[in-house]
């Protein structure tokens, strides 16, 4: 049995706390084909919009194709093209794409992306990927046997995309800034505020709710950078954060924070196995006694149950003392699930149970 738990608190940047409003990325994608594969790309038969994709790039080339003719390609492959627009690019700068297969292409290693626009939810594009992949695993195969080492069905290519069009940014618009937390706490914004204040002046900031803070700012861009570096590297502490045990029933972890109480409680939890073993039995007939073997099935069953005895959990004032008192349980992670709920259903857990 393991747990997790977070920390004390302590003074931290407010740039790790929270956000400005507008300074954010954007998605991009984009569907290419990628090329100079060795024998490991679509099968055409299988996926017709890979040849479609194909004749149609060959035609803005000034290729036409006879009509009724089949390619039979091994070496190309339908992609899809994913990039991040960074706040505040610019025109010519170079970001990363990740290329990833969605046809039935066998690997991606050794191919090179073709001229892919990059597109936005608008529909406009930003950006153009081209270059050669780097895949970060290997494989072989032969006479029905395979190897594998990681994914060989995407990979990533290092600034393999110009940006052709900016996002406009508009940060600190009339004279005034929003500033976002990352998580919303009436604490931690009151105590972001009174940081702020006590840097700039009183009155330069105001909390607008739990998550969000106006802040005025320089009308000035160059005094605006400035001031933004500041208001970033100021230290908050934030606010103690809700008592919340976090269970993962697919993996069986268990993470609390450190505002995690137990009072006094007596718990029993007891395993129950039942095992059924089935044998196959034989009847053998006599000697010239013109009889037939008969076979049958005969199973055994045992029925075992853990020990159910009350285990006392005494009340705990610190998180080492919760700990130290479910380990006492003895119960395994999956056991532990059902122990939190029903203390909580008891109301001896003093925390917000949340299960993902």
């Known amino acids: 049995m393991a747990f997790s738990f977070l920390a004390p608190v302590h003074a931290e940047r407010l740039k790790e706390l929270a956000t400005i409003q507008g300074v954010r990325d954007n998605a991009l994608i984009g569907y290419g084909l990628m090329v100079g594969l060795d024998g490991t790309g679509d099968q055409t038969m ?36 994913t990039a991040t627009l960074p706040s505040f690019a610019r025109p010519g700068q170079a970001i990363d794409v990740t290329v990833s297969s969605m046809g039935n292409a066998k690997s991606l290693r050794g191919g090179t992306l073709l001229m892919t626009p990059l597109k936005g939810v608008d529909g406009a594009v930003y950006a153009i990927a081209q270059g050669n992949m780097v895949v970060g695993g290997a494989g072989a195969s032969a006479n029905g046997s395979k190897v594998q080492i990681n994914q060989l069905s995407s990979g990533r290519i290092p600034s393999g995309a110009i ?123 006599e000697a010239f006694s013109r009889g037939r073997t008969v076979e049958s099935a005969q199973s055994e069953i045992s029925v075992n149950q853990g020990s159910g005895a009350l285990q006392m959990v005494r009340g705990s004032a610190s998180l080492s003392d919760v700990i130290k008192g479910l380990n006492a349980l003895g119960a395994n992670p999956q056991d532990l699930v059902s122990i939190l709920q029903a203390m909580k259903t008891a109301g001896a857990l003093r925390a917000e149970l949340e299960i993902i």
């Open 163 to 285: 940006v052709e069009r900016a996002v406009e940014t508009v940060v600190g618009g009339e004279g005034a800034l929003t500033v976002e937390l990352t998580r919303s706490d009436f604490g931690t914004a009151q105590r972001a505020v009174e940081a702020i204040n006590r840097q700039f002046g009183f009155g330069i900031a105001e909390a607008v709710d739990g998550r969000v803070i106006r802040v005025q700012a320089p009308e000035s861009p160059q005094e605006r950078v400035g001031f933004l570096a500041r208001l970033e590297g100021l230290e908050v502490t934030p606010a103690q954060a809700v008592a919340r045990v976090v269970i993962n029933a697919r993996t069986g972890s268990v993470v609390m924070n450190q505002a995690v109480r137990v009072s006094e409680c007596a718990v029993a939890h007891g395993n129950l196995s039942v095992v059924i073993n089935t044998q196959p039995v034989v009847s053998q007939p």
């Open 46 to 81: 299988q996926t017709p919009f890979t040849t479609q994709s194909l004749n149609n790039m060959l035609q803005q080339l000034g290729i036409t194709m006879p009509q009724g003719v089949n390619m039979q390609l091994k070496n190309v492959a339908a992609v899809m093209v």
